[in-house]
């Protein structure tokens, strides 16, 4: 079976400062990651994902995530926030083996301080 | 490219009604589709694989019969609600495979938001 855990349910950190979301997943083989941003009562938008190569992967809107298979995890990162930045966002694995499902996690609430 | 539409964005509508809720790819053929519902601050739950040309597949503990999903084109899959109740309320959200994507890459649409008075 696949999960993932996303460990902090709410964040909030000033604007211009670092910001680093936490993601854990399982998955029996090599899986594929996703990180998306959720913004109030629209659909998920997908910032960068992982399939193979290069384990630390660029996105858009100046993310990045590193893909650390020792310790099961896919952070995502951004060096400075911006208040547009504050959304939900959703860690998600899958990969070849399960028909195109993948599986979230509960989501991380951002909020910027200005 | 891989845009995926949904119609309508938000419905509103009386106990005991039928809902039909649309996803459509725009610029992709999409041989797989699926139905999320998301309850407010919550993660997305999935409810069905839909698969052009065959019967969709739900997942354990969605009723079938309440939740009837249709994919008639590989552009167009259908969720309807039928006879809906306020604890169908909920943000319905589909998401589009490319018959040629790598990796299994979802392209979500917007989501629709229902409401069942």
């Known amino acids: 079976a696949q999960s993932v855990t996303q460990p902090d349910i709410h964040i909030t950190v000033s604007e211009g400062a670092s910001l680093e979301l936490r993601c854990n997943y399982s998955?029996?083989?090599?899986?594929?990651l996703f990180w998306y941003v959720q913004s109030p009562g629209q659909g998920l938008q997908l910032l960068l994902k992982y399939f193979s190569g290069d384990t630390l992967v660029q996105g858009i809107k100046g993310f990045e995530a590193e893909f650390k298979r020792s310790q099961s995890s896919f952070n995502l990162r951004k060096p400075s926030v911006h208040w547009s930045d504050a959304a939900e966002y959703f860690c998600a694995v899958g990969g070849d083996t399960n028909a195109g499902k993948s599986t979230f996690g509960d989501g991380t609430t951002l909020t910027v301080k200005p | 490219g891989a845009v995926v539409s949904q119609h309508p964005s938000w419905v509103i509508c009386k106990s005991g009604t039928s809902v039909k809720i649309e996803c459509r790819s725009l610029d992709f053929q999409a041989t797989t589709m699926f139905w999320y519902r998301q309850f407010p601050k919550q993660s997305l739950m999935l409810m069905a694989t839909?698969?052009?040309?065959?019967?969709?597949?739900?997942e354990q503990g969605v009723e079938k019969d309440k939740f009837l999903i249709n994919h008639a084109s590989l552009t167009l899959s259908t969720l309807t609600v039928t006879s809906a109740h306020p604890e169908d309320s909920s943000f319905y959200i589909c998401?589009?495979?490319?018959?040629?994507?790598?990796?299994?890459?979802?392209?979500f649409g917007p989501g629709t938001r229902l409401t069942v008075l």
């Open positions: 839909s698969n052009e040309g065959s019967k969709a597949t739900y």
């Open positions: 998401s589009a495979i490319p018959g040629t994507g790598v990796g299994n890459e979802q392209f």
């Open positions: 998955y029996g083989a090599t899986p594929y």
